[in-house]
């Protein structure tokens, strides 16, 4: 669930992106099991109050939190770091300093946010193909 949800805000489509992310992450960290490992901060995303998680998830979506989440990953799942990194970037940009969790309503930001995100995964495909 998206930190402005838990937080009690309207479900928006950076949201769902944001969810989105949050999928990808428990796939790559959990490699195909139930469940995340038991070291795993993941574990801690689903344990506690709304605030609770959502300031969990504020720490591990911050710069210095998600080195910590990528460190999770499977090492079949190495080659993906790179646009996780680039995702967690583009749906948690810096704003006067500060991890910047809003959502940009203005049908040009809507466009330009969704085509970041396509792009992302584009340069990702094209990337690991020409590793094969």
């Keep these: 669930m998206a930190i402005g949800v838990l937080k009690g805000h309207q479900n928006t489509y950076r949201h769902d992106l944001e ?10 960290i959990t490699n ?13 995303w689903s344990r506690g ?8 998830k504020s ?13 999770e990953f499977a090492l079949d799942f190495h ?3 790179p646009l996780a990194e680039r995702l967690r ?6 704003r006067e300093g500060t991890m910047w969790v809003g959502t940009d309503t203005d ?9 970041q995100v396509i792009c992302a995964f584009e340069e990702a495909i094209l990337g690991l193909e020409s590793h094969e």
């Design 89 to 94: 970037g583009i749906l948690f940009p810096l």
């Design 107 to 115: 049908a040009e930001a809507v466009d330009e946010l969704y085509e």
């Design 49 to 56: 109050t709304w605030d609770e998680l959502a300031a969990r």
């Design 32 to 44: 195909r099991a139930d469940d995340p490992p038991e070291a795993s901060r993941l574990r801690q």
């Design 79 to 81: 080659p993906l770091k």
């Design 19 to 28: 969810a989105f992310l949050y999928v990808f992450l428990w796939t790559i």
């Design 59 to 71: 720490r591990d979506m911050a710069c210095d939190g998600f080195e910590g989440i990528l460190g």
